[in-house]
């Protein structure tokens, strides 16, 4: 049991990795556009949280999606 287990994480740890990276990006990204939309734009602060959280949302699902789990299958018709 245990040695399946440490093979199944050696095995993702690509995948972990860049999951990870998404993942740090994703804060320091997420910290500089609240700035920009409230300082730049000048928008309340209500906004700039929603603005900046659907932005992040998307900017997240998008990189896991294609870059940290994309499936290298052949896809089914």
Known sequence: MI???L???WSVR???TK???VGISGVFLDLATLIFFK????FNATVAVVC???LMLTYNFILNKYWSFKNKEIPHK
């Open 7 to 9: 093979q199944y994480a």
């Open 52 to 54: 900046n959280q659907i």
């Open 3 to 5: 040695k399946k287990t």
């Open 14 to 16: 690509h995948q972990f």
């Open 39 to 42: 300082e730049f734009f000048g």
């Open 19 to 21: 999951y990870f990276i």
